[in-house]
């Protein structure tokens, strides 16, 4: 993606909502951290995960960290592709996945105040105006992979890139998505996501693992700006909660030990013959897992060319009947031409 990363206009005549954050140890730890990042997670999966059917089970993939899990679009009764419902669900994502969490509570505010809707309605065409005005773009996919990772995933995101867009017309830099989650150990986990929806698998794949490389990788220089952002734009609004996390991205805290970065990669291309995955007949089942296998060899090799093979990653692998169709059917949703 390309393009700037400030503060937007319109958000910037906004009263500041930001929380205070305080470089001091706060009382926030153990199972109340957890408590309060598994809080932050936002969306009824009822509303969304039936429209991707997911094909077997997640796949540990020998000789890395990463896990693959393939889904394919659900299909209706007259064994169409639910394209239009995918791209519907997609798109009423977009205010989640754009406006921080300070704005849209403040909207909650006026409408408990006032009874008015007003300032949703201000929040979801400002969520739709950040979208780049044109074909061939990445941003369908990325309210994809925000679904899949608050939904699916349960990691919540802690930094609304989007809001910090200037110019609708050209993408944020860096990776597609920041999120958060307190990993068993106690260690706070750190999820990058990167989306590619390609007509081809390979150049998917390639594009995929290239983008997100320098995020995950042992040269930190890339990852450290996205901290700096995270840092600075935190989308947590309780100030005992953005305090505690804070310190995780202060280079002088000893909490900064206590990071681990992760990848969420979603990966979307054509697939011919598309099939309905609840009538699938032996043959085409055989043919899918044929397909299948040479998907995860070639995110093996993808994530061995980057030097990625023993950082802990998600791969949703899915394949489209026509990602084409489905970028365009986002931006219909979306209202962007």
Same mark, same amino acid.
């Given at each position: 993606?390309?393009?700037?990363?400030?503060?937007?206009?319109?958000?910037?005549?906004?009263?500041?909502?930001?929380?205070?954050?305080?470089?001091?140890?706060?009382?926030?730890?153990?199972?109340?951290?957890?408590?309060?990042?598994?809080?932050?997670? %936002?969306?009824?999966?009822?509303?969304?995960?039936?429209?991707?059917?997911? $094909?077997?089970?997640?796949?540990?993939?020998?000789?890395?960290?990463?896990?693959?899990?393939?889904?394919?679009?659900?299909?209706?009764?007259?064994?169409?592709?639910?394209?239009?419902?995918?791209?519907?669900?997609?798109? %009423?994502?977009?205010?989640?996945?754009?406006?921080?969490?300070?704005?849209?509570?403040?909207?909650?505010?006026?409408?408990?105040?006032?009874?008015?809707?007003?300032?949703?309605?201000?929040?979801?065409?400002?969520?739709?105006?950040? #979208?780049?005005? +044109?074909? +061939?773009?990445?941003?369908?996919?990325?309210?994809?992979?925000?679904?899949?990772?608050?939904?699916?995933?349960?990691?919540?995101?802690?930094?609304?890139?989007?809001?910090?867009?200037?110019?609708?017309?050209?993408?944020?830099?860096?990776?597609?998505?920041?999120?958060?989650?307190?990993?068993?150990?106690?260690?706070?986990?750190?999820?990058? +996501?990167?989306?590619?929806?390609?007509?081809?698998?390979?150049?998917?794949?390639?594009?995929?693992?290239?983008?997100?490389?320098?995020?995950? +990788?042992?040269?930190?220089?890339?990852?450290?700006?996205?901290?700096?952002?995270?840092?600075?734009?935190?989308?947590?609004?309780?100030?005992?909660?953005?305090?505690?996390?804070?310190? $995780?991205?202060?280079?002088?805290?000893?909490?900064?030990?206590?990071?681990?970065?992760?990848?969420?990669?979603?990966?979307?291309?054509? $697939?011919?013959?598309?099939?309905?995955?609840?009538?699938?007949?032996?043959?085409?089942?055989?043919?899918? %897992?044929?397909?299948?296998?040479?998907?995860?060899?070639?995110?093996?090799?993808?994530?061995?060319?980057?030097?990625?093979?023993?950082?802990?990653?998600?791969? #949703?692998?899915?394949?489209?009947?026509?990602?084409?169709?489905?970028?365009?059917?986002?931006?219909?949703?979306?209202?962007?031409?």
């Amino acid at each position: 993606m390309a393009g700037t990363v400030r503060c937007p206009t319109w958000s910037c005549s906004q009263p500041a909502e930001q929380p205070t954050v305080r470089m001091t140890e706060t009382r926030v730890t153990g199972d109340l951290f957890a408590d309060m990042l598994n809080s932050l997670v %936002r969306g009824d999966p009822n509303d969304f995960l039936h429209l991707l059917t997911a $094909y077997d089970v997640p796949v540990p993939l020998e000789g890395s960290s990463a896990t693959v899990r393939t889904h394919f679009l659900a299909t209706d009764a007259n064994g169409s592709p639910a394209v239009e419902l995918l791209g519907t669900a997609m798109a %009423r994502a977009a205010m989640d996945f754009c406006i921080p969490r300070s704005r849209i509570e403040h909207a909650l505010k006026h409408l408990q105040a006032t009874g008015s809707a007003s300032h949703f309605s201000r929040l979801e065409q400002q969520a739709r105006e950040l #979208f780049v005005e +044109g074909d +061939g773009t990445g941003e369908g996919g990325e309210l994809l992979l925000f679904l899949l990772m608050e939904q699916v995933l349960k990691v919540p995101q802690i930094l609304a890139k989007m809001s910090l867009k200037t110019n609708s017309n050209v993408h944020v830099h860096g990776s597609d998505g920041v999120h958060a989650k307190l990993g068993d150990d106690g260690v706070l986990d750190l999820y990058w +996501g990167e989306s590619k929806l390609y007509q081809s698998s390979s150049d998917a794949f390639t594009d995929c693992f290239d983008s997100i490389g320098p995020f995950l +990788g042992a040269d930190g220089d890339t990852r450290r700006r996205d901290l700096l952002l995270v840092r600075e734009s935190l989308n947590v609004q309780q100030d005992d909660l953005a305090a505690h996390l804070v310190q $995780y991205f202060d280079e002088t805290s000893a909490k900064a030990l206590e990071l681990r970065w992760n990848g969420v990669c979603l990966v979307g291309f054509d $697939y011919s013959e598309y099939p309905d995955v609840k009538k699938l007949a032996a043959a085409e089942s055989a043919k899918i %897992r044929h397909a299948m296998k040479r998907w995860q060899n070639s995110i093996f090799k993808r994530l061995e060319k980057n030097s990625l093979l023993a950082v802990n990653i998600d791969v #949703f692998c899915i394949p489209f009947p026509d990602v084409d169709a489905l970028r365009k059917m986002v931006r219909k949703k979306l209202g962007v031409s």
